[in-house]
Structure formats: C-alpha cells, structure tokens
C-alpha cells in the first residue's frame, strides 16, 4: 500500500466510448501526475498537476484529457482512444513540484498500483 | 531525447546470489531513484539518491550516485526469491523538472529453472 490509489484496476473500452481513470492519494501531497507504460517501453510522463494547476503536458493528444478537482484526486478523462493507446498507465504524487531544481529529500514521487487500459 | 542505458535488461538469479545492475546515461543527472515493479502492479520506490557519490542502503539493497553523476548501481546482496520483479532506475536531468523523470527500460530478475 503505497497510499495512492487508482481505479477502474482494469478497463477495456471500445473506441467511441468514453470513460475516466480516478486516482486518489492519502499521503497530503500536493503534486499528483499521470504516467503511461506500454510495453517494452520505458516510462512516459503525460501530465503534472501542482496544487491542483496543471503545470506539465507532455505533448499529450487531445483525446486524453486530465482534471484535478483538489490535491488528493486526479482523473484522466479518455474518448476516442485507439488500440496503440493501451498500455498501464500510472499515477503518481509527491510532497510537491517546484518545476525546475533538484528533486529534495523528502519530494520523491510515489506511484500508484496503475489502471491497465485495453482499447478494442 | 535523453536515455538511461539500464543493464543487464534480464538475468537469472539463485537463491543466496548476490545481484548487480546499473543505468548509465551521457548526461548529467540531479537525482537517481529505483524501483521495484511487481507483475500488475506500479513501481515501489526502493532508495532514492540526491547527491554525487551517495552510498544508500534499504535491508539487502544497496544503491550509489556516482561520482560523475552520470551513472548508477543498484546491488541486491543474498537475493531471495521474492526479489523477482523488474527493476527500474529513473534520474531527473540535471535542468529539469521534477516530475519529468527518464526511466531506464528496466531489468527483470527471474529465478533460475
């Protein structure tokens, strides 16, 4: 238990629908972000989210689309998604992000179990 | 873009064993971390390494932020066979954000049949 928590665990969708992915972090931090493995690839980072603005967007296409309603909670709504678009993909939080400078003792980034997504 | 170069990409271990894997990358890192993968589930930070030289251990695990910043190693000493798993290494570039960490492609520990 890492005391970030995602949900659906599993999902598959079809391509016209749309559904949402839900992370949930109990650890009072304030940096939450979405990340995506596929496979025999190495981790991507999608979006970073700090105190609640979105402050990273890795060139992410538009049919992915994140919200963070408040620090403990961030979604990422999915439409239109397209079979090279499974993989798992990851949430994460840390204390916080300060953009640019070292990562501090303390900030590091701790990851959820991942919602493994399957586009048919 | 930047990569970490993490070997070895798999190796087999015996109970008892001592096991050892690096990344390496041609540029200069600020921070080093490695985690630990399970099958289905998302990475668990094992040690985390903020300066040039730093030595860390966690139990059985020992890990280092080398001296050139540009490299480090990860050893699992007397492994057991619940330290299966895939292991990752992930830096954060010198100059960039926190949350933009590069993550190595990973070594996958399995058990010698």
């Known amino acids: 238990e890492t005391g970030v928590t995602q949900t659906p665990r599993h999902l598959v969708m079809g391509m016209t629908n749309k559904k949402s992915l839900k992370c949930e972090q109990h650890?009072?931090?304030?940096?939450m972000y979405w990340y995506k493995q596929s496979a025999k690839k190495p981790l991507e980072l999608m979006f970073v989210?700090?105190?609640?603005?979105?402050?990273e967007n890795n060139s992410v296409p538009s049919r992915f689309s994140p919200e963070c309603p408040n620090s403990s909670h961030l979604f990422l709504h999915l439409h239109t998604l397209q079979p090279e678009d499974s993989a798992l993909y990851l949430c994460?939080?840390?204390?916080?992000?300060?953009?640019?400078?070292?990562?501090?003792?303390?900030?590091?980034?701790?990851f959820g179990e991942g919602s493994w997504l399957t586009v048919v | 873009g930047q990569q970490l170069n993490q070997s070895p990409q798999s190796m087999f271990i015996q109970e008892g064993e001592d096991v050892s894997m690096n990344c390496t990358s041609s540029?200069?890192?600020?921070?080093w971390l490695w985690y630990k993968q399970d099958p289905g589930e998302g990475p668990v930070l094992l040690i985390a390494?903020?300066?040039?030289?730093e030595l860390t251990s966690n139990g059985r695990l020992t890990a280092q932020f080398g001296i050139t910043r540009k490299d480090s190693f990860l050893n699992i000493s007397a492994s057991i066979p619940s330290d299966v798993g895939i292991y990752f290494c992930?830096?954060?570039?010198?100059?960039?954000?926190?949350?933009?960490?590069?993550f190595g492609k990973g070594t996958k520990l399995s058990v010698k049949p």
């Open positions: 989210y700090n105190f609640k603005e979105q402050t």
């Open positions: 540029s200069i890192f600020n921070t």
């Open positions: 994460a939080s840390s204390q916080e992000w300060s953009g640019q400078g070292a990562i501090r003792s303390g900030n590091t980034i701790y």
């Open positions: 650890l009072g931090h304030n940096a």
């Open positions: 992930a830096g954060q570039p010198y100059g960039g954000s926190q949350g933009n960490l590069i």
């Open positions: 390494l903020y300066k040039a030289g």
